[in-house]
Structure formats: C-alpha cells, structure tokens
C-alpha cells in the first residue's frame, strides 16, 4: 500500500522543539518533493516548508523562517520538520505530502500532491 506515514507532535510548552517525521511506505520518496502544510481551526491551510527530491532547493514560509528547519534522509525514505522556538500560533495540524509535479523554488505548494500523510496535532500552549 502505497501511503505516507506521520509521527511526532504533541503538546508542548512555548519556546520549545518538537520533531515530525514523514516516512513514505510502498514507493520511494527520492523522485518526490515534499510539502509541509497545516491547517488551524477557522485559519486557511497554510504551506510551511518545501524540500526538493534532492533536497538543494529549500523553501520556507516567513512564519517560520529561522525556527523550522526540513531535511530528508533518502536511504530511510523519509523526511523531518523540525520545529524550534515554537509559538501558541504555531498550533495546529500538520501534514506532509509527496508529488514529483510541485516545485519548492516558488510558493509552497498547499494543494494537488500524490499522495498525503495522515496529519498530527501540534499545540503550543503553557
């Protein structure tokens, strides 16, 4: 089955880090951008990160510029966000997507991707 897979999240206090992982199972991800969205009550889905299929060409939104970093690790089929100095602001759910058509090197991407993870919640709050 081919799917992506989410962990991380959670609850934490402000000022501090979580990590999310996105492993892909049933295809490899090394051919697939990957997007980074979320998604808060009332709010529009919001792009977060962007990592090329190589992983040279990095984008960020401006929110979290300095404080989310995106990498990948081709050989285990999956990537990472990890979040630091993290904001009340910064709560919601967050998902990972695949699609070899997307480009990071212009807006993130937030729609029409292969294939979804499954979402995990984020709350930053004391």
């Known amino acids: 089955q081919l799917q992506l897979v989410q962990s991380g999240g959670g609850l934490v206090q402000p000022g501090g880090s979580l990590r999310l992982s996105c492993a892909a199972y049933?295809?490899?991800?090394?051919?697939?951008?990957i997007g980074w969205f979320r998604q808060a009550p009332g709010k529009e889905r919001e792009g977060v990160a962007c990592i090329s299929d190589s992983g040279n060409i990095i984008n960020y939104a401006d929110s979290v510029k300095g404080r989310f970093t995106v990498s990948r690790d081709n050989a285990k089929n999956t990537v990472y966000l990890q979040m630091n100095s993290l904001k009340p602001e910064d709560t919601a759910a967050y998902y990972c997507?695949?699609?070899?058509?997307?480009?990071?090197?212009?807006?993130?991407?937030?729609?029409?991707?292969?294939?979804y993870g499954q979402g995990t919640q984020v709350t930053v709050s004391s």
């Open positions: 997507a695949a699609d070899r058509r997307h480009y990071c090197s212009g807006p993130i991407p937030k729609y029409e991707y292969d294939y």
């Open positions: 049933g295809f490899t991800l090394d051919t697939y951008i």
